[in-house]
Structure formats: structure tokens, C-alpha cells
């Protein structure tokens, strides 16, 4: 079956900057977090592809992980689909989101490289977007464990602008239990200002091809907000520039010696405090979201892993001697 594509759907749409835009996540493509974003892009007058995986693939990083069979071997979350069912499919009453049985990298490029293709007359994507995450995704710990800021690194890495979204509401729930329609909890106060920030950076663009520099995305959290987490905080619309550095906490292991088991917990991380990229004043992502002001973060990431040139001249200066 193909449909109408999305760019006729897009001139349909009512705001002058009516876009098309990729949504996935990590936590599933039924939670709530991602059907109110998807519903508030949707009324913002954006088109909106919702390809997001059919299991919780939270801390998958960029992980690029497809299914081994083409039914699933196990239920989904929340037993939307049942073992058995097809390992990828769509809603029966929204061809528009999609779930596929991979991480969230792979969920991604299960929408280049098989929906839109085969659905949308390939239809080109200006942005794509993950979350948000039901959980906050800060500091250079997060960079490389978060599946929802692995799907916006793999579509940087394919040459897409990206955002990955994290609220703090980090319960994993289920949209059909949730979605109420209650505009004071957080799925609700996360996707007005994840819209309003997306529409801001289009508003931004005007007549550029893109809406954010090539190779770049953009990583925001999400303070505590909502009613349903207990907060007066009702409006996260207010952002704050900050950096993936500096202040950073990462895992590290303990040892209990009376139950002779290891777990999880965090320190300082000592190779994250001093500043070597980006713009030095900035405050840490954990600083901003610690403080419990209402204030959301925004930190620009690069998929260049290379070091500064300075740093690489001296450490390649270390290992010179062998060098042809």
C-alpha cells in the first residue's frame, strides 16, 4: 500500500515553516513521552514519521542492533504487540508511527533506508528528533551510553540536523494509560517546549538548507516539572547553553563484602572537568538541571571524535618515533 507523501501532507500543514521531521526514542514507541511530542508537532503543523523501537532500549548508546527475525520473539512493551506479531509495523489507525524490533540508532535508519522509501516516495527529513527520554541524559557519561542521544548521533552521523530530548520524569509509561489530556503533567510541559524549540531554531533557519551547522546536533534535559512529579514547575520553555563537560558524574562499581555482590553508582568524572572543546564559560548540563530553577539545557555535540589540534600534535608527538 503507498500513501500520498509527506510533502503533500506538509502543504497542507498550517504554520509558514511546516516541516517534516523524524521522531524515535529509546524507551519504546508506545510511551508517553514520545505520543505527546508527536501529537504536539503534529498540531504545530509539522509532519511527523515516528519510527521507535518495540522493546525499552534505554542505554543502547548508538548501538545498531536489527532483529534476527521478522516476527517478535517476545512481547513488546506493555504487550502492545504480542510474540509473533510482525518484527516491525505501524498502527492500525496512524501509518505515520511505526515500531521496529532495533535500537534506536537502527530504528533511525529503518526509516531512511525501508519507510520512507517504500511508504513516502522518499520524502526528505529536515530534522530528526529523539525523546524525549523518560529520564534526564547529562554529561560526557550519558554521550556514549544514551540510546536516545545514539539515535541523534547515527542521524548526524548520516549528515541529518538532530536533537535528543530527556525529561525528568523517568517512570516508563504507557500512552494509552497516560496520554489523558491533562496539560500539567510532564509529557505534556516537555513536548510545548520541545516544539517551542524546534519551531524557534525553523523559525531560525529561514532560507538556509538546514536548520543546524552539518555534522552537529543538539543534546536538552528537562527539569523536574508537571503536576503528576509534584512540581509548581509548569513550564520548561526557558533554556539555558551548557556543555556536556565539566561537573560530569559517571558510573563506577561497589562491592558489598557482606552480600559478596557489585553495584551500580557514580563518582567524579576526573577525565570531564577540564575544558578542552567548546566555549569554556559555560555551565555543565548537571549544574543547570541540579539547580532545580525551571530551567532547561541545551548542549551543542559534534560527531567529529577527533581531538582539538593542539592535543593531537602533542600526543602524536609521543608516539612520533614510529610513525612511517
Known amino acids: 500500500m503507498k500513501l500520498t507523501s509527506l510533502a503533500t501532507a506538509a502543504l497542507l500543514a498550517s504554520t509558514s515553516f511546516a516541516k517534516n521531521i523524524l521522531l524515535t526514542n529509546d524507551d519504546s514507541w508506545a510511551a508517553t513521552n514520545i505520543r505527546a511530542l508527536y501529537y504536539e508537532l503534529k498540531n504545530a503543523g509539522h509532519t511527523v514519521l515516528l519510527s521507535a523501537p518495540a522493546v525499552q532500549m534505554s542505554g543502547q548508546g548508538g548501538r545498531f542492533v536489527i532483529p534476527s527475525t521478522n516476527v517478535l520473539q517476545q512481547d513488546s512493551i506493555f504487550s502492545y504487540k504480542k510474540a509473533g506479531d510482525p ?6 489507525s496512524d501509518i505515520n508511527i511505526w515500531y521496529f524490533n532495533g535500537t534506536p540508532a537502527a530504528c533511525v535508519a529503518f526509516a531512511f533506508d ?8 522518499n520524502m526528505s527529513i529536515d530534522l530528526v528528533v529523539g525523546g524525549p527520554n523518560e529520564g534526564t541524559n547529562m554529561g560526557a557519561r550519558d554521550y556514549v551510553l544514551s540510546g536516545t542521544i545514539g539515535s541523534a548521533h547515527y542521524a548526524a552521523e548520516r549528515g541529518y540536523p538532530s536533537i535528543a530530548f530527556s525529561g525528568s520524569n523517568s517512570n516508563n509509561s504507557f500512552f494509552e494509560d497516560n496520554l489523558n489530556g491533562d496539560v500539567t503533567t510532564a509529557p505534556y510541559i516537555y513536548a510545548k517546549a520541545a516544539t517551542k524549540l524546534i519551531n524557534a531554531l525553523f523559525d531560525a533557519q529561514g532560507d538556509n538548507e538546514r536548520v543546524l551547522p552539518f555534522a552537529t546536533g543538539l543534546n536538552v534535559n528537562f527539569p523536574v516539572a508537571g503536576s503528576d512529579l509534584g512540581s509548581s514547575c509548569l513550564d520548561v ?33 576526573v577525565g570531564t572537568t577540564d575544558c578542552v572543546n567548546g566555549d569554556c564559560t559555560l555551565a555543565s548540563e548537571f549544574t543547570v538541571i541540579g539547580a532545580e530553577n525551571c530551567i532547561s539545557t541545551i548542549s551543542v555535540f559534534s560527531v567529529d571524535p577527533d581531538a582539538p589540534l593542539a592535543l593531537h600534535e602533542e600526543a602524536q608527538n609521543l608516539f612520533s618515533s614510529v610513525l612511517v
Do not use: C, H, M
Not at 518484527?87 to 492500525?92: I, K, L, N, R, T
Open 114 to 121: 525501508y519507510i520512507l522509501p517504500n511508504y513516502f516516495n
Open 237 to 269: 520553555g526557558s533554556f539555558q547553553s551548557t556543555r556536556f563537560s565539566g561537573n560530569s558524574l559517571i558510573y563506577k562499581i561497589a562491592y558489598d563484602s557482606t552480600t559478596g555482590l557489585v553495584s551500580q553508582t557514580t563518582t567524579s568524572g
Open 87 to 92: 518484527a516491525w509495523g505501524y498502527e492500525e
